[in-house]
């Protein structure tokens, strides 16, 4: 997957760093974030886990994590302290005067959908 490529339909898959876009250009929906050149250490303990952020109000799934030298934290850094941990960002309407008729729940659900989509895919090709 890309860096930024989101990980379940209906979203398409778009190369680089250019995800789907919402409303207003706000990316939707679950995102792997695979580190960019990061050496593991094989005597180093590996984490067997999913690290999924969620941005707040008026927030954005990828501008939340960046700073001003637009570095991604969650994944430029991150995986130095948890490595082999799947990092995820998760992206809704998260305007206050939005215009969607979704709320926390759709969001939630969504999130668990996605999020359950990738599991099952992983079930399927370890077979």
């Given at each position: 997957?890309?860096?930024?490529?989101p990980?379940?339909?209906?979203?398409?898959t778009l190369?680089?760093?250019?995800?789907?876009q919402?409303l207003?250009g706000?990316?939707?929906?679950?995102?792997e974030?695979?580190?960019?050149?990061?050496?593991?250490?094989?005597?180093?303990?590996?984490?067997?886990?999913?690290?999924?952020?969620?941005?707040?109000?008026?927030?954005?799934?990828?501008?939340?994590?960046?700073?001003?030298?637009?570095?991604?934290?969650?994944?430029d850094?991150?995986?130095y302290?948890?490595?082999?941990?799947?990092v995820?960002?998760?992206?809704y309407?998260?305007?206050i005067?939005s215009?969607?008729k979704?709320?926390?729940?759709?969001?939630?659900?969504?999130?668990?959908?996605?999020?359950?989509?990738v599991?099952?895919?992983?079930?399927?090709?370890?077979?």
């Amino acid at each position: 997957m890309n860096a930024t490529s989101p990980v379940a339909p209906p979203i398409s898959t778009l190369p680089s760093d250019k995800p789907v876009q919402a409303l207003k250009g706000q990316r939707v929906g679950l995102f792997e974030l695979e580190a960019k050149g990061v050496d593991f250490d094989p005597l180093l303990p590996t984490y067997h886990l999913d690290v999924i952020a969620l941005h707040g109000l008026n927030g954005n799934a990828f501008t939340t994590w960046t700073n001003k030298h637009n570095q991604l934290w969650l994944r430029d850094f991150l995986p130095y302290s948890l490595p082999g941990a799947r990092v995820y960002t998760f992206g809704y309407d998260s305007a206050i005067f939005s215009q969607s008729k979704a709320d926390i729940g759709d969001f939630a659900r969504r999130l668990l959908s996605e999020l359950s989509l990738v599991r099952l895919s992983e079930a399927v090709c370890s077979y």
